[in-house]
């Protein structure tokens, strides 16, 4: 059995980027390099990069999240993007969203530590939250999978003109090529590639943002979004 990585000290980014937050953010890399690891939420040879790779990584996604918006973080994981832009962004309404048992108690036993009342952990999967989470609007997601699929899942969680942040890497560019006739599909009517994490992080990190019009999900969730807020409306009367 091999020996556990060492975290390594945070690096001074770390204390610009997360501020009055930042005990809260060397808690959590503290938490990601033990039982992150023991749980298998992350592998034990991430530990001595959880800083540049993963946390400061995240965090930067919030220069390009609006201010006092509600974002809802799919297929959150070990709370990356999620947990980072908390701890940056108290302004934020924040939902976790994790299908496995076992990374949304991680994800619950997190935000408890590290008193993030603005943040919610929901089970389940992306495809199954239509109507029973308000729609939001910005999703995030961090390698979960190919944009189109990921569109597939996150863009119908959107409220009408919000947006998905996307964390990619070098072939973001050419995901959006691949993607296009689904993105449309969906009620895509732009996306975009921006680099975020300027003096931060090296190399800077790439979000794919994609913006819907008014039918988020287009044409094939419109039936289900009006059956979901019928649903909605009848267990309020009751």
């Not at 990190?205 to 988020?216: F, N």
């Amino acid at each position: 059995m091999t020996e556990a990585a060492e975290l390594p000290e945070a690096p001074e980014q770390a204390r610009t980027v997360f501020g009055e937050y930042f005990p809260e953010a060397v808690r959590y890399a503290e938490l990601l390099a033990d039982a992150g690891v023991k749980r298998g939420l992350i592998g034990p040879r991430e530990v001595p990069r959880l800083w540049e790779r993963h946390l400061l990584n995240c965090a930067v996604l919030s220069e390009v999240v609006p201010e006092g918006v509600t974002v809802c973080d799919v297929g959150s994981g070990a709370g990356l993007p999620g947990i980072p832009l908390a701890l940056v962004r108290p302004d934020l309404k924040i939902t976790l969203l994790e299908p496995l048992l076992r990374r949304t108690n991680f994800l619950q036993e997190v935000v408890e530590m590290l008193g993030l009342d603005h943040v919610t952990v929901a089970r389940g999967r992306a495809e199954e939250m239509l109507g029973k989470i308000t729609p939001v609007h910005v999703v995030t997601a961090r390698a979960v999978a190919p944009l189109d699929r990921l569109a597939g899942w996150g863009v119908p969680l959107l409220r009408p003109y919000g947006e998905m942040l996307a964390l990619k890497g070098d072939t973001a560019e050419e995901e959006i090529v691949g993607a296009r006739a689904a993105l449309s599909r969906l009620g895509v009517v732009e996306t975009s590639v921006l680099h975020v994490g300027e003096g931060i992080v090296d190399p800077l990190s790439t979000v794919v943002r994609v913006e819907v019009g008014e039918s988020p999900g287009g044409v094939r969730f419109a039936a289900k979004r009006a059956k979901a807020a019928r649903t909605s409306k009848t267990r309020r009367r009751r």
